[in-house]
Structure formats: structure tokens, C-alpha cells
């Protein structure tokens, strides 16, 4: 069975500055998708950057950015230009098969706090 | 991405009671999730729900205690039967689009109180 593991239940980051989240993961399998989700106090899960596990290229969002290491089976997040809006719990997720036919594995979450 | 809408987006419920959650979406979706969150927790899936067919629940859940429908290609329901105050979470339906961009995308949840 697939399992993810955020190991930071807390952070926080003043504003501005650079912020890494942390997630591993586990799967013998060799075909699969990364998310990271962001959750707000309003609690509307929303999709921050995916990433396929075939794809060597880390993904790219703007502010946002991952460092996959496929072998380590870790997939961590960077915020850069860290705001006030970026305050949430993130969620990182993973699937076998993409998000239409799998079931979308959730870690814990590590809730953020960007400090003016 | 999709725009995804439930019904109600709160509410406060008795012990023993249902209460029907609605998902609505703006386009047509092959496949639509129900998912819950407890307080403080992460998400866990409840079933998936196919247009035209019953849905597929994950271990641990039933369809007599969250019987869901799916009479059409943007619209699903999901049923919390006879709850209790263990029943109390946010729950949330999520779609892929029928583009097939392999990402599910998120309604705003629903809140549920179990008193």
C-alpha cells in the first residue's frame, strides 16, 4: 500500500522569505503523480503544483516549486516570496494513476503561518 | 479546472438524522469524489461516484450509512444516515474534469456538526 508522510506538523515563515515543506513517500510502483494542496481557514482545497513521477523536470508554479528525488521518494515544496495569503494547511498527495481513475492518497498536512 | 458548488456549505444536525450533501459542478465530469475530513485530520476517501452506475466505496464505509447518487454528469449527492456525533467533519466532493488533465479539483466542503 502507498503511504505519505509530512513529518512537520507546524512551520512558519516571516514574509518575504523562502519556506520548504517536507513529504516522502512510499510505492514499489513506477508510474505515478505528486501533488501538493493548499487548504485555507475558508477550507477550500486548492491545487498548488503536481508533478508526474516520469517527468524528471521539477514542477514550477509561479512563487511555488518542488524538489522531486524519485529515488529518495521525496517530493518537498518551496514557497518563495513567502505572503500573508499563503497561510494555510498543506496537503501532500499522491495517486497511481492520476487523479480521474485513483484514489488520491493524503499525508497528515503541515500547517504554515506566514508572520508579518 | 471546474467550479464546484455544495450544499449547505454548514450545518447542525441532531443525532439519529441524515442529511443530503450536493456537489454541483459547471461542466461535465466523468468521475466525482466524496471525501472526509475529520477535525483535525487529513482527508480520507468515501467512494467515488460514476454517472449511471452505483458507486465504489473505500473500506470502512457503506452505502447504508453514506448512500450517494449520481443522476447526471455535473450533479452528485452524498447521504450521512442515522448520524452521531463521530459523524461530525468537513465533507467534500471533488471532480476531473472529462479533459482528462488527471487532477481532481475541490468543492468548498461542507461542515457538519453532530450534536
Known amino acids: 500500500a502507498q503511504t505519505v508522510t509530512?513529518?512537520?506538523?507546524?512551520?512558519s515563515v516571516q514574509e518575504a522569505e523562502t519556506v520548504t515543506l517536507s513529504?516522502?513517500?512510499?510505492?514499489?510502483?513506477?508510474?505515478?503523480y505528486l501533488f501538493w494542496y493548499k487548504q485555507p481557514p475558508s477550507r477550500q482545497m486548492i491545487l498548488v503544483i503536481r508533478q508526474e513521477a516520469y517527468k524528471q523536470q521539477n514542477a514550477t508554479e509561479n512563487r511555488f516549486s518542488v524538489n522531486f528525488q524519485k529515488a529518495a521518494k521525496s517530493f518537498s515544496l518551496k514557497i518563495s516570496d513567502s505572503q500573508l495569503g499563503d497561510t494555510a494547511m498543506y496537503f501532500c498527495a499522491f495517486s497511481l494513476y492520476g487523479g480521474s481513475q485513483g484514489n488520491l492518497i493524503f499525508g497528515k498536512g503541515t500547517k504554515l503561518s506566514v508572520k508579518p | 479546472s471546474a467550479v464546484i458548488s455544495q450544499k449547505p456549505s454548514r450545518d447542525i444536525c441532531q443525532r439519529g438524522t441524515s442529511l443530503t450533501i450536493q456537489c454541483q459542478v459547471d461542466s461535465q465530469v466523468t468521475m466525482m469524489f466524496?471525501?472526509?475530513q475529520q477535525p483535525g485530520q487529513s482527508l480520507t476517501l468515501i467512494a467515488t461516484a460514476n454517472q449511471g452506475s452505483e458507486a465504489t466505496y473505500e473500506s470502512g464505509f457503506v452505502i447504508d450509512k453514506f448512500p450517494i447518487s449520481r443522476p447526471n454528469l455535473t450533479f452528485s449527492t452524498l447521504t450521512v444516515s442515522n448520524m452521531s456525533p463521530e459523524d461530525s467533519s468537513i465533507?467534500?466532493?471533488s471532480v476531473e474534469p472529462t479533459t482528462a488533465t488527471d487532477t481532481q479539483y475541490f468543492g468548498p466542503g461542507t461542515r457538519l456538526t453532530v450534536l
Open chain 2, 91 to 93: 465533507y467534500l466532493c
Open chain 1, 23 to 32: 513529504c516522502t513517500y512510499d510505492t514499489s510502483e513506477n508510474n505515478y
Open chain 2, 34 to 36: 466524496w471525501y472526509r
Open chain 1, 6 to 11: 509530512q513529518s512537520q506538523p507546524e512551520m
